[in-house]
Every structure is written in structure tokens, then in C-alpha cells.
């Protein structure tokens, strides 16, 4: 299994947002940047995920959801009234990814961008890297530990 993190504003889709529905998988789809659509098509089912809160007050990760269904096309793409609506797009050759993921627990407590920048081993990490927007990205198994650590 594999360990990502998504960014999220929590006004759009937040932890609690899960937390509230634990049964149900919620699609995770928007995304319009090459590489985090890239990493999104390599998420599998089971794959563990970190849900960071950015554009907020209280910014850092929140909680851990799982991938329940592996990538497929996102349908907002498609959709002439969707902010995420591509022209571009078709069905025989969308552009864009979505994946479909499941609660499993809220953290205790935050664990903020600063305490991430200032953790050992966590260098490598694009989260902390200076000038990294993603949305989507991978994260060791070793950075997965060293941060729930």
C-alpha cells in the first residue's frame, strides 16, 4: 500500500467532512495540475491518505482516509455548470482524474505546517519544500512514520 497527502481547503472538503459520513466514500476530484493528476492515477484501492487543511487558519494535517476506489475519470470535467468543467475534455480522452476515499480517523490534534518543516527526515517531503504547490503527492513510508511518530 501506498502513503499519500491531499490538500484541501475545509470550507470545500475537510476531515470532518468524512468524519461525519465514516461510511461513505466521498469522490475526491477537482484537481487541475498534470502532476498531482499523474500521482492520483497511481492511487490504488487501500492506499492510506493524509488530508492536510491549507488556505485556513488552523493549517496542517488533519486526519487519515483510505482509497477506495483507484482512479477514474472525473466527471466534473464533463460538466458545462462545474467550476472544474473542461472544454477540452472528452469522454474517449479525459484529461482529469478523480479517486473515491473512505474516513478511518481524525487526528487528535493538527500537526501543523511548522511542526513538518521541523521534523527530522522529513527533507525530501514536497509539502515542506519551498515553492511546492501540489495538491496531491507521495509520501514514504518512513515520512508516513515520522510524522504520525
Known sequence: MAKWLV???PSECSINDF???PDTSIPWDGVR??????????MAEGDQVFIYHSSCKHIGIA??????????????QFNAD?????????????RWQAVDMQFVEKLPKLIS??????????????????????????VSEDEWQRILG
Open 82 to 94: 462545474s467550476p472544474y468543467h473542461d472544454p477540452k475534455s472528452t469522454h474517449e480522452q479525459p
Open 19 to 21: 468524519a461525519q459520513k
Open 63 to 76: 486526519g487519515i482516509v483510505r482509497v477506495t476506489r483507484s482512479a477514474y475519470p472525473d466527471p466534473a
Open 113 to 138: 505546517l511548522d511542526r513538518l518543516k521541523n521534523m527530522d527526515g522529513l527533507e525530501d517531503l514536497p509539502l515542506v519544500r519551498k515553492g511546492s504547490r501540489l495538491s496531491v503527492m507521495p
Open 33 to 42: 495540475n498534470y502532476q498531482a493528476r499523474n500521482f492520483l492515477r497511481q
Open 7 to 9: 490538500k484541501t481547503e
